[in-house]
């Protein structure tokens, strides 16, 4: 009998990566954070299966996986492990998807520092409902991805990261109090604002030291944390601290975790003050935000090195910049860079020369604007049946 030609309708959803412009090292103590997503994708791809087999592929990887019915196991430590930890965080709630194939790509830069990895959860969570008569609001999503990196995969990440991929809006950045969830978009696109980009520098390093050294950073900063709250009984956590507090236990604490905090506190007010240039449209203020956090990580919270100081110091003298600073945990990794647009594309070409030239390392560069958080996309597919 010749084949025939059936036609299906299968469901593709969309999750971007990010950056975050301001609120580094806040997110674990109740603080405020600025990221945004920017045009590179986490796309999953799903449709039920013709069987009792659940099928997990990726085009980025040769490790496929298939789930039997009834099917608990546990971490593989694997890249399997992202969109099975969303599956069994939602069959903890109840919500158990009927046999499936999910297939994932992305064109995020691997290593970059962009937050695949949540781009992952999130896409799949959204995947994995779509199957079900379920829905959850998108705070439940991200706290449901984030759970499953935190308990799964065994990721101590705060959630930021899940939260913008899934409420981002294009045009804006997004402002999140990190205890309370309540969030706010923020105009990228008001005054001279709109003549801006964003161009992220990836500095292609990223020191051995840096699990340490964040564990190091933890529990300095909960040291001195739990020195404010014993001194200030109504202060949750330092999201609620201000410095002249925190220089009045300043002789309490351990001189690190003196920095830490002031690191955080200061951090804080500095989102805050970000929020007011993002909505009068002023790159100069916002830029010059950016550019003291920097400061503030590599001072205070110690958390640069060498290659990324060299970036920003480097930015910071090219024409069209507003600010630069670290994005992310640090000691290597991304740094983020606010240029004029007739100016960004030179930007890039000339912190990628001169980073080559001073370390012999080619850095990935990205101008970048700000777009939408996760959606679904329904796409025609043909099989022969």
Known sequence: MPNSKARVFAAEFVAPARIN????HTDYTGGFVMPMAIPFTTVA???????????????????????????????????TDYPVGVLRKLQELGIDPPPFSLNLRSDIPPGSGLSSSASVEVATALALLSLTDKTLPLEEVALL?????????????????????TAAKAGHAL?????????????????????TR?????????????????????????AGQAILREQYPGLIDLADAS??????????????????CRHIISENSRVLEARNAMFAGDPVNLGHLMTTAHASERDDFACSCEEIDFLVDTATQLIGCY???????????????????????DFAAQIKLAYQNRFHIQPDTYVCEAVDGAFVRTTKLEFNS
Not at 50 to 77: C, V
Not at 198 to 222: F, L, P
Request: aromatic share 6%; glycine share 8%; with cysteine.
């Open 45 to 79: 791809g799903i449709a039920s299966s013709p069987n009792d087999i659940s099928h997990i592929s990726s085009e980025m990887f040769d490790e496929p996986l298939t789930l039997a019915p009834g099917d608990r196991s546990k971490s593989t430590q694997t890249w």
């Open 198 to 222: 964003v161009v992220i520098c990836n500095s292609m390093v990223k020191h051995s030291i840096a699990a340490g050294e964040y564990g190091d950073r933890r529990r300095e900063v909960e």
């Open 145 to 165: 991805c984030q759970r499953a990196e935190n308990e799964f995969v065994n990721s101590p990440c705060g959630i930021m990261d899940q939260f913008v991929v």
């Open 243 to 260: 410095l002249d507090q925190l220089e009045a236990c300043r002789t309490l604490m351990p001189h690190k975790s003196f920095l830490r």
């Open 323 to 345: 600010g630069a600073r670290l994005s992310g945990g640090g000691f290597g990794g991304c740094t983020v860079n606010l240029v004029h647009q007739h100016h960004a594309e």
């Open 175 to 195: 402002l999140l109090n990190t205890r309370t969830l309540s969030y706010e978009h923020l105009p990228m696109n008001t005054g001279d604002l709109a003549s």
């Open 21 to 24: 412009l301001l609120g580094e």
